[in-house]
Nanobody, 123 residues
Framework: QVHLVESGGGLVQPGGSLRLSCAAAGSGVSIDKMRWYRQAPGKQRELVAE???????NYADSVKGRFTISRDDAKNTGYLQMNSLRPEDTAVYLC?????????????????WGQGTQVTVSS
């Protein structure tokens, strides 16, 4: 069954770094576009970064210069490298991807979400 598996969250001090991973699992699957969102308590879900199949990237102004989104298509995995973390980066981070699934006779493209991973930035 096709699904996304996130990993890499945790507790880090201000100024520290974390790398989140989002792996697409399943037979015949490949990543088209991947996005990372975050949601803090009492706040709306925010698009943090996105990357296309051609490696075009886009970032929220709040993370530009600190976060880097990347992908390894050989591993069917996307990453979010987060540096210079701030307390206001504390949130649940959710991976979202458009996945192409090759069923031999046709290719199906659907939207999938990871389970979410908690990132806490605190001293």
């Amino acid at each position: 069954q096709v699904h996304l598996v996130e990993s890499g969250g945790g507790l880090v001090q201000p100024g520290g770094s974390l790398r989140l991973s989002c792996a697409a699992a399943g037979s015949g699957v490949s990543i088209d576009k991947m996005r990372w969102y975050r949601q803090a308590p009492g706040k709306q879900r925010e698009l943090v970064a996105e990357i296309s199949r051609g490696d075009l990237t886009n970032y929220a102004d709040s993370v530009k210069g600190r976060f880097t989104i990347s992908r390894d298509d050989a591993k069917n995995t996307g990453y979010l490298q987060m540096n210079s973390l701030r307390p206001e980066d504390t949130a649940v981070y959710l991976c979202n991807a458009q996945l192409d699934v090759d069923y031999t006779d046709y290719v199906s493209t659907s939207d999938y979400w990871g389970q979410g991973t908690q990132v806490t930035v605190s001293s």
